[in-house]
């Protein structure tokens, strides 16, 4: 079985405060840690209230000052938001502070509308066309290249370790092109997965970082001791999906008994395709799952998505699917 993460995107819960979500994330990767899980990962999101994961690099330096041994990093920072001093000058400090635990996951997608675009000050999509250039800039910060005209402090000579971002075929290229390891969105994005890691590896050009493609993939697990309560936990995110493909996004809501049964047929086939990546069940359901999943994808490693409205079922199901991979 591949070695297992945990992706967060620091819910706010609906009844609950911004604080009370980053006291969640920090708990969620202390337990991380003790269960044995390789990687925590925080999301960049921008102006949604239902998402405490903004300032990205400012939030894993707190779950880092909480945590010892786990990897912390970004899954991802959107690169087009951003200039690439910027994030070198943070995630170098992240790892002055880590040494040997910092992850720098980059996104191309801004994900934005003009309202946001405004409150950046920049063209983003603009941006978006710049990014190929801007991640060997940023690599080129952190290496140290003496070709650059400004050096990036704390940065230089930080051993951040490089991830590559996607869910379609432009990131899949674009890391065998750099020879870094590649993160696969399958969770909210499952259609091109099987194409795209087919050129990541195809294409894949070592580097002075990676000698071999690597592939992590990201999939929807939620394990509790019987089905029923795995499914129930599960509805509460999938309420979440169904919000923001209509538009109406929101704080993440209280689970419901049944829900998908409520649904029109339109929202549960939405939500039908996005269970090719998912395991939902107790842990002897979710191992099969997982296992299938490997065996179609060969990934090297899986992020565990899934946020539960009770902090502490998101622990518990973290708890069980490591027990279950364990074994």
């Given at each position: ?325 364990a074994n």
């Amino acid at each position: 079985m591949p070695a297992l993460s945990v992706l967060d995107l620091v819910p706010v819960r609906e009844g609950g405060t911004v604080g009370e979500a980053l006291s969640a994330a920090t708990e969620l990767a202390r337990k991380a840690e003790d269960f044995g899980y390789r990687r925590f990962w925080v999301a960049e999101h921008h102006a949604m209230e239902g998402i405490a994961g903004g300032a990205t690099s400012v939030v894993l330096a707190h779950l880092g000052n909480a945590t010892s041994t786990i990897r912390i990093g970004s899954g991802g920072i959107m690169l087009p938001n951003h200039t690439p001093f910027q994030i070198a000058e943070q995630f170098g400090t992240l790892d002055a502070l880590f040494p040997g635990r910092v992850d720098l996951g980059l996104g191309r997608a801004p994900g934005a509308g003009p309202e946001l675009q405004r409150a950046l000050r920049k063209d983003l999509h603009r941006a978006a066309e710049m990014f190929p250039q801007d991640v060997v800039e940023l690599r080129a910060l952190v290496t140290g290249d003496p070709a650059l005209p400004i050096k990036a402090t704390p940065v230089l000579g930080a051993g951040i370790e490089f991830w590559m971002l996607g869910s379609s075929l432009f990131g899949a290229q674009l890391a065998a092109q750099l020879g870094m390891p590649y993160a696969f969105a399958a969770h909210f994005a499952p259609d091109h997965l099987d194409t795209a890691l087919e050129v990541y590896r195809r294409d894949f050009q070592p580097s002075a970082a990676l000698d071999r493609p690597h592939v992590m993939v990201a999939m929807n697990i939620f394990t509790a001791d019987t089905s029923e309560e795995a499914r129930l936990l599960a509805s509460s995110q999938q309420q979440s999906f169904v919000r923001l493909r209509s538009g109406s996004p929101g704080k993440l809501p209280p689970p419901i008994a049944g829900y998908t049964e409520t649904l029109p047929a339109p929202a549960r086939a939405m939500l039908d395709h996005l269970g090719q990546a998912a395991a939902v069940g107790t842990p002897e359901e979710v191992r099969a799952a997982i296992a299938a999943f490997v065996a179609r994808t060969g990934v090297d490693e899986i992020i565990s998505c899934g946020a539960t409205h009770d902090p502490d079922a998101r622990i518990r199901s973290l708890e069980l699917t490591m027990g279950a991979i364990a074994n």
